[in-house]
C-alpha cells in the first residue's frame, strides 16, 4: 500500500477514536514495570498486578484472543488479551503498528512459555500518524538513521543500547573525578577570543553589545583561570564547536572532558587517564578488554609509554639528527606539502600522523611535543625544544591530550605571538592573542596539570562503534535538497 494511503487509514482511525470519545494523545500513565526487568524477575513477580506502557511492535489476532509485543525503553514484553477480559479490547482494529498503549494486567507465561502480560485494562495514549519502516528490513539506511535518531531509536535496539551505555560512560567518568575532589563547573560558550586548540571556529554576532563572539573550541582558558582562582581541582564534561570536515573521528560539534589539577604535571595526568578509562571500561562493559571492529584492546593500566622521537626513530626517522632542511625533505619525499610558517615541529607532526600513528592499535602515550606545536604546554628544561605533552593513542586514533601546563606569562605571551605570526602567514586555526588570559596567568598560575578527553572517541571505542556518528544522537548533517 502506497505510503499516502497508509497514512489516510491512520488518520481515519484517529478520528474514529475521537468518534467514540476516546483521546488519542492521552495523559499520564502509571507504569509499574518494564520489560527487561518482568523477564528477569518472573519467578518473584508471577501472578502479580502490573502496568506497563510503551510502542506496540507486533500485533497478532486469532478471534477472540490478541497478541501484541510492546517495546519500552528496557526491551520487550508480550501482551495477552482476550476479548472476554479485557477492557479496551475493541480498540485493536483502530491500532496501528508504532501506537503507543498502557496495559494493566497480570505476569504469566503461555503455554508456549511466553513471559507476558494478560491484560485487563488496555489504555490508547498515542495515535502514530506515520507507520514505521518495514519489519523484515528494519531501518537500514544510514543517512536515515541519522537524520531521523528517533526512528533509528525505536527500530534499532542495538541503537538504544548503544546511547544508554553512552550516557553510562560520562556518568562513570563524572563520578570517577567527583570521588578524587575534582570540581565540576561550566564556562561560557559564547567567547570573545577563541583559544586553547588550533582549530577554526564558528563566528556569531550579539546583536545588544554589536560584536562577534565565537563559539568555543575547547574549554581550556578558562578553566586554568579557575585554577588561578584556587579551585585546585576542576573539570567540565561539555560542548566545543570546530569548524572543520566531517569524518568517521570528527563531527564540528562534540563533546570534551577537560580537568586541571594544580600541583600536578602531565606524568600524573597519564595516571588519571588510565585510571579513568580502565574504571570506564569496567564498568560499563564489564572489562578492560573490549573488542572494536573485531580487534581486542587492552585498557589496563599500566599503558604502553614512548616519545614522539622514540616512535619516529622505530619508524625510519631519526628526527632528533636531522637538521630542519632534511626534515622539510623528508616531508616532501613522502608527499607532504609544508605551509609557508613551518618549522622543524610541523615537520615532527607530519612524520608521525604519516608513519607512527595509524599502527598504534593498543593504548599508548606518546611523549614530549615539539614546542611549535605545544604552545600552552610547558618545555623541558633538559631539551627546551620540546615540551612535557602526551597524547594518548587507541586504533590509531587521538583519544587524549594533556600537558604539564605553561604557568610563566612572559614565555606564555611569546608563544602566543609566534601563533599571531603564523595567523599573518596563513595558520587559519592559529588564535589571536588572549590578553585576559595573560593576566589571568600574571596573578599565578600554581604548577598544573591539565588533560582533555574526547568522549565520543572514547564510546566509539568502548562500545565498538565505527563512526563517531554512531556516538552523536544528532550528528550535523547537509539538509537534504
Not at 632528533?320 to 609557508?340: A, D, H, K, N, Q
Not at 623541558?380 to 590509531?396: S, T
Amino acid at each position: 500500500m502506497p505510503l499516502e494511503d497508509l497514512e489516510a487509514s491512520r488518520r481515519e482511525k484517529l478520528e474514529a477514536l475521537r468518534a467514540r470519545g476516546i483521546d488519542p494523545y492521552g495523559g499520564r500513565y502509571d507504569v509499574t514495570a518494564h520489560a527487561r526487568e518482568l523477564h528477569q524477575r518472573f519467578a518473584d513477580l508471577e501472578g502479580r498486578q502490573v502496568r506497563v506502557a510503551g510502542r506496540v511492535m507486533a500485533l497478532r489476532s486469532h478471534g477472540k484472543v490478541a497478541f501484541a509485543d510492546l517495546q519500552d525503553v528496557t526491551g520487550r514484553i508480550q501482551l495477552y488479551l482476550r476479548e472476554a477480559d479485557t477492557r479496551g479490547y475493541d480498540l485493536l482494529p483502530l491500532l496501528d503498528l508504532g501506537d503507543l498503549v498502557g496495559a494493566a494486567g497480570i505476569l504469566m507465561k503461555t503455554r508456549r512459555g511466553e513471559v507476558s502480560v494478560q491484560v485487563e485494562e488496555l489504555t490508547f495514549l498515542t495515535k502514530a500518524l506515520r507507520p514505521l519502516p518495514e519489519k523484515w528490513h528494519g531501518l537500514k539506511d544510514v543517512d536515515q538513521r541519522y537524520r531521523e535518531r528517533e526512528l533509528d531509536l525505536i527500530v534499532n535496539a542495538e541503537v538504544r543500547e548503544t546511547f544508554i551505555a553512552r550516557s553510562r560512560i560520562v556518568s562513570v567518568m563524572r563520578s570517577f573525578l567527583d570521588e578524587r575532589g575534582f570540581i565540576e563547573v561550566e564556562t561560557p560558550v559564547l567567547t570573545p577570543i577563541p583559544g586553547g586548540a588550533r582549530a577554526r571556529p564558528f563566528v556569531t554576532h550579539h546583536n545588544a553589545l554589536d560584536m562577534d563572539l565565537y563559539l568555543r573550541i575547547a574549554t581550556e582558558l578558562p578553566l586554568k583561570r579557575l585554577i588561578v582562582g584556587g579551585l585546585e581541582r576542576v573539570y567540565e564534561i561539555g560542548r566545543v564547536f570546530r569548524n572543520e570536515g566531517i569524518s568517521t573521528r570528527h563531527n564540528p560539534e562534540f563533546t570534551m572532558l577537560e580537568c586541571y589539577q594544580a600541583y600536578a604535571d602531565y606524568e600524573d595526568m597519564m595516571k588519571l587517564t588510565e585510571e579513568m578509562v580502565a574504571e570506564i571500561a569496567e564498568k560499563v562493559v564489564g572489562s578492560t578488554k573490549v573488542i572494536r571492529q573485531g580487534v581486542e584492546l587492552d585498557f589496563t593500566p599500566p599503558w604502553k609509554r614512548m616519545t614522539m622521537a622514540e616512535a619516529l626513530e622505530v619508524a625510519g626517522v631519526p628526527v632528533t639528527r636531522m637538521s630542519e632542511e632534511e626534515l622539510f625533505e623528508e616531508v616532501r619525499r613522502r608527499g607532504g606539502e609544508l605551509p609557508p610558517y613551518a618549522r622543524a615541529g610541523h615537520a615532527w607532526e607530519f612524520l608521525f600522523e604519516e608513519l607512527v600513528q595509524p599502527r598504534l592499535i593498543q593504548p599508548t602515550f606518546i611523549l614530549d611535543f615539539p614546542i611549535e606545536i605545544s604552545p600552552l604546554a610547558r618545555e623541558r628544561k633538559d631539551a627546551p625544544h620540546l615540551v612535557h605533552r602526551f597524547e594518548a593513542i587507541v586504533q590509531g586514533m587521538e583519544l587524549a591530550n594533556a600537558f604539564s601546563e605553561l604557568n610563566d606569562p612572559d614565555e606564555q605571551r611569546r608563544r602566543f605571538l609566534m601563533q599571531v605570526e603564523e595567523r599573518r602567514l596563513g595558520n587559519e586555526e592559529a588564535p589571536p592573542l588572549d590578553e585576559t588570559y595573560l593576566r589571568s596567568l600574571e596573578y599565578g598560575l600554581p604548577p598544573t596539570g591539565g588533560l582533555g578527553i574526547g568522549v565520543d572517541r572514547l564510546a566509539m571505542l568502548l562500545l565498538d562503534q565505527p563512526s563517531i556518528r554512531d556516538v552523536i544522537l544528532f550528528p550535523l548533517m547537509r539538509p537534504k535538497g
